[in-house]
């Protein structure tokens, strides 16, 4: 979920002056019209010490129009609010319609730390995040505006900004040894905000976790996000009576943001697949000791899961040609023909089209102690689907929490979920496109609509950016595989599902 | 919650008949208009052992057209269903477009039993039971009717039910040891099932709690709001393209009923209020001993609470002249002034309209210690806002949740939450009025608005009955108080208020 944060984007001092001009007019310009249609609007700063929550509440004061913003901050409760029910603060904290509220540690903030001292239970912080839930919806079906951002730093990243802010005499108060103990248990900390961030994050009152190392890239952010979730709500509202709007569309983090504004153009520039090192091989001598280890490997390890009546569910996503096939191949010739399963997912069947599009899988779970190879998957619906249009923003959107779901429930009934996704380059696409298209028993493979889906190679990528933030978890993580050189990948593909049937046995 | 299905509702024989016919007609017609939109429909029958499930289910296949039927039992889990995680057997039972699906002991019996049997946690259930909310979500999110149904008997009808199904050869099969080891635990059962009805009625999957006593009456109900509930989603959605509807309207039981039907007007015949015993009074010799006990006991418990920090929220809904007031003065009297407050609530200030409707209540909870006493309430938004359509449908349907949530927290901050209805007759209410009307000191007190409110005296009436029957909990039950006299009314007032202090502390 958060390496996408992690993969160091930055804002020029140039770009940055450029756009801040532009962002200031619009953020004052939205904060007028949102005075007009009476939308109280609460945001929401959450994150990690050192990630620059309180630095961007001052930008933001800076940037907007004070008379239409409310700052809030909570600290240890005062014997006035610990008399009353804990909401009862943030209750009276609310904006009025027309303002925008700045939140910091606000209702988040105890629950998170009491289930990182353990002080709660996963049943009992889940129940904590409930009722939060519930709180943001209230407000939400009222018509507020709710935005949440999670500011993150790496473990790394985090003692390096402490370290700066405790040695600077007008930070140095802000370092304490709270700060420092917290940081100790960053571990537990962010297996915590995982959890949060999937159970609280909802179209009405998303989450969005910005990359908060580089301060002109995260001011940007969180402008940019704000101006585009008024600039939608204030559109739809304005076409209906004010203060009495029903259906307010999405503010989602999934709007196409505007092409132009820097942080569009970093993001694009910038994406989790970019990250990876694209050099991985392996020669053709160290291909094959290494595949008879690894096979030789899982299938004693499958042979134990078979036994105990562990079963893992392997998916492979990835570009045309980065070769599916093959690594699916290697897999199974090393597993016992009774124990697994190949689904190939390609369009639904009329059956399938009659429900929801999770029952085509769900219809496809093994029997206890089995392997299951999906080739392709549910995340068609956040990658094919919305890509192609094939499903709606709403319908594409919401999958991500519908998907969790599903593999929640898969590992918690001691299902290994292993995803991967196999990456190559755009050169190396067309390289094999081309081998495909001379070869006569590979030509088949290749259709009008592999070379169509080239053209749409930055939309993919975002969407494989945007599926990696949602979706990759503790307990089913994304797997990023480097797939240019055939043998590696392989290789790679076997060891991580042998490692994962390792870990569930 | 589940008093409004004990007061007795009948239907007579030739009533039934002439329904029925009708209504099988309206189901044939729903059905196949269904086929031709292609939604699916998931109807889910629970309720206590007796009441009327597998009758109903079996009436229903009789009613309408088996071929668009399908109906889904589940019993203990096979090997092959326990291989897989839970939710497997319920996800591939799901009918397809265009069918409805009758499903019975679904996926609330197993959380439901295993809290009944404290072999879930209270914690545990509300997880087991925020997984069905999110599943019944995503069925909804994708175009799925859900209906869920309980059928209720209180604890002798119950046993009454399951005696006379022993006895007769037919269905002696059908009672075991373990439906009368549940019977014996019925009380039990009832409150996890309050708490099961609570956290999981939503617009897109209502709950609908059906009197199982009369098995005409109960057999009309479940036909009527099921052909309702289709009716609704069909017009709404014919409008739109077919399959690919996006907002779908509220199908929650808060629909005007067709007025003509029977059950519409054997629910307008009967209501929660026809029940209370409106003859009980209190000479003016006896009230003054009771009043005199009844204020001296409140006062030293009062003085007990404020020393150990416990709050009481006494709030009054009534009909106008019901004697709120008399009754509210009758208990500050006998409080400490400093640990009391008594908050009419009337029109929303400016201040107040800017926010939410619940800011206003939250406003005023008091210090811990403290009394508060509310003349009119939150309740307000299920009563006149109702009644009078200052909130829409889809506010006032909402607020039942809401309120629900809010005074969860508040019990659960330990403060004592107690509500009173104060009931007059039609007959009552004219005397008073003209009482006032003579009296120069009280005249100001009516308004054309009273003569006005006495004209939607059936539609408050309904109002009452839904908000009974959804807010009556046990950690916040109404008291439904016959106020014809006031002697009686007032010493009623203030034993209830002692009680509940005398629980909480």
Redesign the interface.
Known sequence: MFEVAEIGRTVSKEQYDSEVAKLRWELLDAQRRLEAA?L?VIVLFGGVDGAGKSETVHLLNEWMDPRWLVNRAFEEPSQ?ER??????RY??A?P???RIGLFMSAWYSQPLLDRVAREL?V??F??AL??IA?FER??A??G?VVLKFWMHLDRKAQKKRLTALAKDPLTRWRVTKTQWSRWRRYDRFMAATERLIQRTSFAHAPWFIVDGTDERYRSLVVGTEIHRALYRVLEAGEAEAPKRR??RPSTGPHAPADADSVVARVDRDRSILDTLDMSRSLSDEAFKTALLKQQGRLNKLQRKAYEQ?VSMILLFEGWDAAGKGGAIRRVTSALDPRAYRVVPVAAPTD?ER??????RF??H?S??GRVTLFDRSWYGRVLVERVDGLA?E?EWS?AY??IE?FER??T??R?AVVKCWLHITKEEQEKRFNERAKSPYKSWKLTEDDWRNREKWDAYELAVNEMVARTSTRHAPWHLIPANDKNFTRVEVLRIAGDALARAL
Do not use: C
């Not at 008399?83 to 009862?88: G, L, N």
């Not at 009659?354 to 029952?359: I, K, S």
């Open positions: 009476g109280p006035d008399e009353r029910p804990p909401f009862w209750w009276l609310l009025p319609r027309g239970s049943d009992e889940d129940t409930d009722r519930t209230t407000l079906d009222d507020a029903r259906h009546g059956e009659a429900r929801h599009y999770l029952w769900w219809r779970l029997r206890a709606t709403a919401r929490a519908e779901d429930q898969l918690e009934h299902i």
